[in-house]
């Protein structure tokens, strides 16, 4: 069992042990809030991290379930809100969600697409001020 500073249990479950780390989560184990009575995350590690499939708790609910890698959100999951229904399902990457990843790209693809658009307005006054004052010079 792993205790905080003042005496409220952190973690309890597996170790291993690390050469350069030293003692390490290692396996099934439990992660518990502040209090040191909530759970905050019951699955499991691996070399320290949450890693493979485990249970993320927000306050008395289940808020995220699925699978983990590196200590972050990866692979299958969903996501809960308070009356536990489901509000993110599918894969998650690097901890974020698909879906948020994907509407990410778009936003940036988008603003790229802005930007030339801009550049090209402002190229073609630069052209249409040229030709006029080509013609005003006739």
Same mark, same amino acid.
């Given at each position: 069992?792993?205790?905080?500073?003042?005496?409220?249990?952190?973690?309890?479950?597996?170790?291993?042990l690390d050469k350069t780390k030293g003692?390490?989560?290692?396996?099934e184990g439990s992660e518990?809030?502040?209090d040191g009575v909530s759970a905050l995350y019951v699955g499991h590690y691996v @070399? &320290? =991290?949450r890693s493979g499939?485990?249970?993320e708790y927000k306050g008395c609910y289940a808020w995220y379930i699925g699978?983990?890698?590196?200590?972050?959100r990866s692979g299958k999951g969903k996501e809960y809100d308070e009356n536990e229904h489901v509000v993110? @399902? &599918? =894969?998650?990457?690097?901890?974020?969600w698909e879906?948020?990843?994907?509407?990410?790209k778009l936003k940036e693809k988008y603003r790229e697409m802005e930007l030339k658009q801009k550049k090209m307005k402002e190229s073609n006054r630069g052209i249409i001020f040229l030709i006029i004052g080509a013609v005003l010079s006739l």
């Open positions: 069992i792993e205790y905080d500073d003042k005496g409220k249990r952190v973690y309890e479950g597996g170790y291993g003692y390490v989560r290692n396996g518990y809030m502040s @070399d &320290g =991290e499939y485990g249970t699978n983990w890698k590196n200590g972050k993110k @399902d &599918g =894969e998650w990457i690097d901890g974020r879906e948020d990843v994907k509407l990410e």
